[in-house]
Structures are given as structure tokens and as C-alpha cells.
């Protein structure tokens, strides 16, 4: 099995890519998704984070909007939830890869991959980067976004400039849809004939 990580900064499309990774035949933990699992209806996190954040939680799963209220901007308030979250998502993320081992490839689809060490455990990273005026203006289009939370969500991430120097492959969504695809399907196609070794030019 190749490991795959895949990042990128808030904006810069790394769902989008996912799904062409899925199109492609390849399995894709989604970290993000996991997560919502754990804090949706009767998520096994929902006692632990009522107990930390008191009032976050309901029938619902977590009240998002009142969580962040809680953490936004208090670094030890995001330590105490990310405490709590990131065990429960390597405990989901260890069961899928056991489900998927005899694949070639498996991607997992980490946001924060450099920032929480998730580059060490796998064998290749994929950041996905854009122009910085494309992030701005899909990161500020999306409903309840302010140029404050993206300010402060920027400041929890690598710069986009620092993973692409750390990556080992960078995909672009700087381009048309399926100018993205096609470098993305090259890139596959490579490491199920070669492995990573060879496959460094295929998207650079």
C-alpha cells in the first residue's frame, strides 16, 4: 500500500480533489468526515466535549456555532477540544486503513497534516494550493465567514507557500476543473505502475 497524504489550506479545493481521488477508484479517509461522526447524534464524543464546553451539545450532536464560539481565538480552549477529537480520529483512521490494506493506494484527507505531524506516517504528501485571491474569495463566500475567522483560521495553518515546499507532490485547482483532474489521474496512474520513486515530475 501507498499512503497518501492529502492537505491544503482552507479554500484551495483538497475536497474537490478528494473526490477526484474517489472517481479514481481510490479510497479516502476523510478526517473532516470522521470527525462529524463522532459529534454528530449520538456521536461517542458528544459527553466529553459537553463536560469540557458545557452548553455545545444537544440532540442534534454538537452546536457547531456555539463550539467555536467557545474556542475562537482561546488556544487553550482549541487544545482541550483537540484533545478530546484527535485520539477518537486515529482510532477511525487506524480501522479504515486495516479495511483497505490490500489497495495500492489510500489517501488520508487531513486539513491540518503538518501542523499535527500527519506527514510522518505516510509515504507521499499531496498539498492542493491556489493563487492567494482565489482562496480569499471562495473562503469568504461561504455562509457566516468573516475576514476575522479567516484570519484567525489562517493562523493555526502552515502557510500555503511552507507545504508546498514540504510536499511531495502539488496539485493546483488554480486551473479548470479538468486541467486539475487530468494531472491528478496522470499522477495515480503512475504510482499503481511505478510507485513514488518515478512519479515526482507528474505533477510539478
Not at 507521499?124 to 494550493?129: C, D, I, L, N, Q
Request: with cysteine.
Amino acid at each position: 500500500m501507498i499512503l497518501i497524504g492529502l492537505t491544503g489550506s482552507i479554500g484551495m479545493g483538497k475536497s474537490t480533489v478528494a473526490g477526484m481521488f474517489r472517481a479514481a477508484g481510490v479510497p479516502v479517509f476523510d478526517a473532516d468526515a470522521a470527525v462529524h461522526r463522532l459529534q454528530g447524534p449520538g456521536g461517542a464524543l458528544l459527553p466529553a466535549i459537553e463536560a469540557a464546553f458545557p452548553g455545545t451539545t444537544g440532540l442534534k450532536g454538537v452546536d457547531r456555532a456555539a463550539l467555536g464560539r467557545a474556542v475562537f481565538g482561546n488556544r487553550a480552549a482549541l487544545g482541550r477540544l483537540e484533545a478530546i477529537v484527535h485520539p477518537a480520529v486515529a482510532r477511525a483512521r487506524a480501522d479504515f486503513l486495516r479495511r483497505h490494506r490490500a489497495q495500492r493506494i489510500v489517501v488520508d484527507d487531513v486539513p491540518l497534516l503538518f501542523e499535527t505531524g500527519g506527514d510522518r506516517r505516510v509515504d507521499a504528501v499531496v498539498v492542493v494550493s491556489a493563487p492567494a485571491w482565489v482562496q480569499r474569495r471562495r473562503v469568504l463566500a461561504r455562509p457566516g465567514m468573516t475576514q476575522a475567522r479567516f484570519a484567525d483560521i489562517l493562523a493555526r495553518q502552515t502557510p500555503d507557500a511552507e507545504k508546498r515546499r514540504r510536499a511531495d507532490f502539488v496539485l493546483s485547482t488554480g486551473v479548470t476543473r479538468a486541467q486539475t483532474r487530468a494531472k491528478l489521474f496522470s499522477l495515480i496512474a503512475c504510482l499503481r505502475a511505478h510507485g513514488i520513486r518515478y512519479c515526482h515530475s507528474c505533477v510539478r
